[in-house]
């Protein structure tokens, strides 16, 4: 069966690098958390991986503690039911997450490509292909995204290479200008905007290979990608960066590199096929949770369910979903984070490490 399917460790390593990539690759100073000083950024990435680094830790735990087990059957060996809980918070967030990448690609399309017309027809065809690509399971995801992982590499390269004769080094003002503070609420803005966490604590145990390792060169690739785009948008840019919606997309269209002009059209195509794949995956993730804890022959109309649900929400309330991540406060945003992160991994594991040691005593 294919809820069975193993994929590779690197292939887990391609769909959760891509996945967080794109959230980069959208990174709009219009957020709640924008900065006002260029250097800051450079701090803020670091800050960023400290902090996702501690919303990790419940994956340490379970990983240790369960290595065969995602966070639904972990907290199966406590409750039925708390297993059911769990289950359906994921895949909420999963679909809510979704609903915002569909949000965030439909305003991209709506003020970039396509001011002037309806994004209507973008949207449905854009969820009509995710739910497909869906349906088709993880091994294909995760195939596609290691193909979609070294276009997008590739494409950055010839952008940086392109903005290299723009650096300038006047560009970057003194970091802490203001003090740590705004790099610190800034980093921890960026760490709660890592979903890829909860997907880790599924897909850990469908991949074959050392999660330990794949994890570090996640880590280590997020924080060196973050640190070079940033370098050579604010280095090509500088203050300018600040006034854009979309900087990195502003870097694009200035780029020239040889007889090579219009990457902003290569990186178009990069930012609509990543969040293809994204809502794919998160689509393909909700569904696979309400099979193992509900029908598991329904998981093509669980797809189907949360497709319709997306399109119909973003159609007709999408503003109300893009002023979760530009008008709510960070606290808010970040509570809601962490009770998907934190909270409920750390009540799993915390009840089925106690019902497994009361088994224990009682059998010795």
Same mark, same amino acid.
């Given at each position: 069966?294919?809820?069975?399917?193993?994929?590779?460790?690197?292939?887990?390593?391609?769909? !959760?690098?891509?996945?967080?990539?794109?959230?980069?690759?959208?990174?709009?100073? !219009?957020?709640?958390?924008?900065?006002?000083?260029?250097?800051?950024?450079? +701090?803020?990435?670091?800050?960023?991986?400290? $902090?996702?680094?501690?919303?990790?830790?419940?994956?340490?735990?379970?990983?240790?503690?369960?290595?065969?087990?995602?966070?639904?059957?972990?907290?199966?060996?406590?409750?039925?039911? *708390?297993?059911?809980?769990?289950?359906?918070? *994921?895949? $909420?967030?999963?679909?809510?997450?979704?609903?915002?990448?569909?949000?965030?690609?439909?305003?991209?399309?709506?003020?970039?490509?396509?001011?002037?017309?309806?994004?209507?027809?973008?949207?449905?065809?854009?969820?009509? +292909?995710?739910?497909?690509?869906? @349906?088709?399971?993880?091994?294909?995801?995760?195939?596609?995204?290691?193909?979609?992982?070294?276009?997008?590499?590739?494409?950055?390269?010839?952008?940086?290479?392109?903005?290299?004769?723009?650096?300038?080094?006047?560009?970057?003002?003194?970091?802490?200008?203001?003090?740590?503070?705004?790099?610190?609420?800034?980093?921890?803005?960026?760490?709660?905007? @890592?979903?890829?966490?909860?997907?880790?604590?599924?897909?850990?145990?469908?991949?074959?290979?050392?999660?330990?390792?794949?994890?570090? +060169?996640?880590?280590?690739?997020?924080?060196?990608?973050?640190?070079?785009? #940033?370098?050579?948008?604010?280095?090509?840019?500088?203050?300018?960066?600040?006034?854009?919606?979309?900087?990195?997309?502003?870097?694009?269209?200035?780029?020239?590199?040889?007889? $090579?002009?219009?990457?902003?059209?290569?990186?178009?195509?990069?930012?609509?096929?990543?969040?293809?794949?994204?809502?794919?995956?998160?689509?393909?993730?909700?569904?696979?949770?309400?099979?193992?804890?509900?029908?598991?022959?329904?998981?093509?109309?669980?797809?189907?369910?949360?497709?319709? *649900?997306?399109?119909?929400?973003?159609?007709?309330?999408?503003?109300? #979903?893009?002023?979760?991540?530009?008008?709510?406060?960070?606290?808010?945003?970040?509570?809601?984070?962490?009770?998907?992160?934190?909270?409920?991994?750390?009540? +799993?594991? @915390?009840?089925? @490490?106690?019902?497994?040691?009361?088994?224990?005593?009682?059998?010795?």
């Amino acid at each position: 069966m294919e809820k069975s399917t193993k994929i590779s460790i690197w292939q887990l390593f391609s769909i !959760v690098l891509l996945s967080r990539l794109l959230t980069l690759l959208t990174y709009t100073p !219009v957020g709640a958390e924008g900065l006002e000083h260029t250097s800051d950024y450079f +701090a803020a990435v670091g800050f960023a991986v400290l $902090f996702i680094l501690l919303f990790s830790l419940p994956l340490v735990w379970q990983r240790k503690a369960f290595p065969t087990l995602d966070i639904v059957d972990v907290a199966y060996c406590a409750s039925p039911l *708390l297993s059911k809980g769990t289950a359906l918070c *994921l895949a $909420f967030f999963f679909t809510f997450n979704a609903l915002t990448t569909l949000g965030k690609l439909e305003w991209f399309v709506g003020t970039i490509i396509f001011p002037e017309n309806s994004s209507f027809l973008f949207v449905l065809i854009c969820v009509i +292909a995710a739910c497909y690509a869906a @349906t088709l399971g993880l091994e294909a995801i995760g195939r596609a995204s290691g193909i979609s992982l070294a276009v997008f590499c590739a494409s950055f390269i010839f952008i940086m290479l392109a903005m290299a004769e723009r650096i300038d080094f006047l560009n970057f003002s003194p970091m802490f200008y203001d003090g740590v503070q705004p790099s610190l609420k800034a980093g921890l803005d960026a760490a709660s905007r @890592t979903v890829e966490i909860a997907v880790l604590s599924v897909l850990m145990p469908r991949a074959s290979g050392k999660p330990g390792k794949m994890y570090a +060169a996640w880590i280590l690739s997020l924080g060196g990608g973050m640190l070079l785009v #940033f370098f050579f948008v604010l280095g090509g840019l500088g203050d300018f960066v600040l006034s854009q919606l979309f900087p990195i997309h502003a870097m694009a269209e200035l780029s020239q590199f040889s007889v $090579f002009q219009r990457f902003d059209v290569l990186l178009t195509g990069v930012w609509i096929l990543t969040a293809f794949i994204k809502i794919s995956l998160l689509l393909y993730l909700q569904a696979m949770l309400l099979q193992k804890s509900f029908s598991a022959k329904w998981k093509n109309l669980y797809i189907l369910a949360a497709g319709i *649900l997306i399109f119909v929400v973003q159609i007709l309330f999408g503003g109300v #979903f893009s002023e979760f991540f530009f008008g709510t406060a960070l606290w808010e945003r970040m509570l809601f984070f962490a009770v998907f992160t934190l909270v409920i991994p750390i009540i +799993a594991l @915390t009840a089925a @490490t106690l019902k497994r040691k009361r088994a224990h005593e009682k059998n010795s």
